[in-house]
């Protein structure tokens, strides 16, 4: 317990300062070329309409007219020569360009898909309509293995692989500060790596449309120094607390009554459900409903109360429960630590 509470106190310092998500800035080796490209083909692009603005302000005043009028009314152009000079040399110009665009485009593609040498940590990624199923595999060994959601830890400085897929629809993997987007695809696994050159706490998103939820289907990567890393990793593996007499032991019945069925705490006898996300580690999580609320008794007892009204379209149905009941399972969800 005490373990867990200085985690958490560890992590709040990150939280606090999570910044939006943004493309315009990386703090990772499988970002970097990516943010790299998207500057410079922006600064191409102003470079190449700041040209042709220049060039079109000296034809007009090469081709202007001096106050002398034909027959027909219209103005005397009496300067310059036609624009085949600049064609000339613009045209080769132009094809010269667009080919170290392409292949500089490329070669970032090839970066940001091949990880460097072997990632040490595997994380398996599931997109569910709206929510985020990770799962921390460690070289097969199921002791060492356990599941959480809407949330990935990592080291700083180490690269981790990510095996993502999907359950249902068409989902995208990105954490665009640390890496580029990867589709997930039902019955396919596609591959990714993340990697953090500073501690910090960046979002994801879902970007490939997937339903009425698709805008709140959020994820945040958690980097951390790897001593704290390994410290979370031993935490996460503890299975859930014995849960006290009193009103966190009336929640537990209620749990078992009403939400077991879908949601999993592991340590627990009859808690296999997988419908929904695992819960050992409950309350260690930033948000709920992937990113759409943040993780406090308030949101929590809402979301228990009547998720639909919080997320519509969502699988988890209302639960009507009396205020006594929902005061205990919240008293036994507080143990989720």
């Not at 990772?28 to 692009?45: C, D, E, H, Q, V």
């Not at 940590?121 to 309509?129: L, N, P, R, S, Y």
Request: hydrophobic share 45%.
């Amino acid at each position: 317990m005490r373990r867990a509470f200085a985690i958490a106190l560890t992590l709040v310092p990150l939280l606090a300062h999570a910044g939006p998500m943004t493309f315009m800035v990386s703090h990772g080796a499988a970002a970097n070329p990516i943010t790299r490209l998207g500057w410079g083909l922006l600064g191409l692009s102003i470079f190449v309409a700041a040209f042709i603005a220049f060039a079109v302000l000296v034809g007009i005043w090469w081709k202007r007219g001096e106050g002398d009028y034909d027959a027909r009314g219209w103005p005397v152009l009496s300067h310059g020569r036609n624009g085949l000079p600049w064609l000339t040399f613009g045209v080769p110009i132009a094809i010269v360009l667009l080919l170290l665009s392409a292949i500089w485009t490329f070669y970032v593609l090839g970066t940001a898909a091949a990880a460097p040498g072997h990632p040490k940590i595997t994380v398996e990624v599931i997109g569910h309509q709206w929510w985020w199923e990770v799962r921390y595999a460690w070289f097969g060994d199921p002791r060492r293995s356990f599941e959480t959601a809407n949330e990935i830890h990592i080291p700083v400085g180490v690269p981790v692989e990510v095996h993502v897929t999907s359950t249902d629809v068409i989902h995208s993997f990105w954490v665009p500060q640390l890496a580029g987007k990867t589709d997930t695809i039902p019955g396919q696994i596609n591959h990714a790596w993340l990697e953090a050159d500073k501690p910090g706490v960046y979002r994801g998103q879902c970007t490939e449309f997937c339903g009425l939820q698709h805008a709140h289907m959020a994820l945040y990567v958690i980097a951390q120094p790897q001593q704290q890393f390994d410290a979370w990793w031993g935490q996460q593996l503890q299975p859930a607390a014995a849960s006290a007499p009193g009103l966190a032991g009336q929640g537990e019945q209620v749990f078992d009554t009403r939400c077991a069925i879908c949601h999993s705490v592991r340590g627990k006898p009859g808690s296999q459900g997988t419908l929904g996300p695992d819960l050992t580690h409950l309350m260690s999580r930033r948000t709920i409903a992937a990113g759409t609320l943040t993780n406090t008794p308030g949101n929590l007892a809402a979301w228990i109360s009547d998720a639909p009204a919080q997320k519509p379209g969502v699988d988890m149905p209302p639960e009507n429960l009396t205020g006594p009941q929902l005061q205990a399972l919240l008293a036994y969800l507080k143990t989720l630590k």
